[in-house]
Antibody
Framework: QVQLQESGPGPVKPSETLSLTCTVS????????WAWLRQPPGKGLEWLGS???????THNPSLKSRLTMSVDTSNNQVSLKMSSMRPADTAVYYC????????????WGRGTLVTVPS | QSALTQAASVSGSPGQSITISCTGS?????????VSWYQQHPGKAPKLIIF???KRPSGVSQRFSASKSGNTASLKISGLRSEDEADYYC???????????FGGGTRVTVL
């Protein structure tokens, strides 16, 4: 069973950069898209960005300038950095896997809550 | 504001059937057979229950079925059970620059 586990800092101060890592177990990094999504408390899901195993990225246009994503195939990890964090970025952040060209998320991490205090 | 439109809530009694609609546009639902649906229980990660408009992953109950007509996708839950009480999100591919767009979610309540 493929497992995804996000790790993150918990609280992040306003204007700081968020760094998250998603570790993939029991499955390959290659030949899949790896996405980051978030869900503010009590609200819906938002796709942030995605990365292919070769490093090709796609970003949500509303966040493009703030996001940096990377993939480490040696350690089966994908990473997200989001700059200039603000209180509105408070959310549960998920990583998820999508079969390439099929565009659905078949495996999700448990999510990690990131809080940006006002 | 979500790209896809869903009703905020739907309710039904045990054993009944309910349908959740998801309305998009010709740029997403209407242009691709790449609609997926996710079930999310409180405090849990979303779970894939439908992909490619009508397909169920292994292990997902046959009580869940889905369809698409034009710019609107629909999820039907038959024989409603208490464990179906959850939030349901639709999602569609919307092109290479925006691979995924979501609906705002529908809360299903079992009366």
């Amino acid at each position: 069973q493929v497992q995804l586990q996000e790790s993150g800092p918990g609280p992040v101060k306003p204007s700081e950069t968020l760094s998250l890592t998603c570790t993939v177990s029991n499955g390959p990094i290659r030949h899949y898209l790896w996405a980051w999504l978030r869900q503010p408390p009590g609200k819906g899901l938002e796709w942030l960005g995605s990365i292919y195993h070769n490093g090709t990225t796609t970003h949500n246009p509303s966040l493009k300038s703030r996001l940096t994503m990377s993939v480490d195939t040696s350690n089966n990890q994908v990473s997200l950095k989001m700059s200039s964090m603000r209180p509105a970025d408070t959310a549960v952040y998920y990583c998820a896997r999508s079969p390439f060209f099929d565009y659905y998320f078949d495996y999700w991490g448990r999510g990690t809550l990131v809080t940006v205090p006002s | 504001q979500s790209a896809l439109t869903q009703a905020a809530s739907v309710s039904g009694s045990p054993g009944q059937s309910i349908t959740i609609s998801c309305t998009g546009s010709s740029s997403d639902i209407g242009n691709y057979n790449l609609v997926s649906w996710y079930q999310q229980h409180p405090g849990k990660a979303p779970k894939l229950i439908i992909f490619e408009v009508t397909k169920r992953p292994s292990g997902v109950s046959q009580r869940f079925s889905a369809s698409k007509s034009g710019n609107t996708a629909s999820l039907k839950i038959s024989g409603l059970r208490s464990e179906d009480e959850a939030d349901y999100y639709c999602c569609s591919h919307a092109g290479m620059k925006t691979p995924w767009v979501f609906g705002g979610g529908t809360r299903v309540t079992v009366l």
